[in-house]
DNA sequence: CTTCTGACA
DNA sequence: TGTCAGGA
């Protein structure tokens, strides 16, 4: 009933230590290699998700199969990479959207705060682009 | 007591 | 990769 998303950081290092079956020099060294990037606490401890006990995981196994830390990095990819993706594919997300509110609004609304309901504005979004009058 | 960073007999 | 130091 309260399942915490798999991004929500709450594991420490003991923990997760644990449930991988991995130093904590090791994944402290997985984490230098770029290959995991847990979030960090008040005094600087990491946190872990479970996102990242699995992808710790899928490291463990490469790593058993006779692969190295340079492999796994093209296996996997860098976690700093994975994460400018990210950023670029939501970024033209919001360029996209950006356009389209633009073309609406001059048509359609004489102002744009009236609009307070998202739903209200994704069903305006979507008639504009099907020609509904 | 646990975790953190840097370093290496 | 293990482990010790010196703090937090």
Redesign the pocket.
Known sequence: MADIDPDTPVY????V?EMTG????????Y?EEDLVK?A?TD????IYSENDIERLKEIKEL?ANGLNIAGIQKQLGKVSELEKEKQKKQQKKDIEFADKLSKVSTKKLSSLYPVSNRADLAKLLNEEENGIE
């Open positions: 420490s290092i003991g923990v230590k991995l130093t904590r020099r090791q994944i402290r060294y984490e847990p960090r005094g600087n401890q990491r790593l």
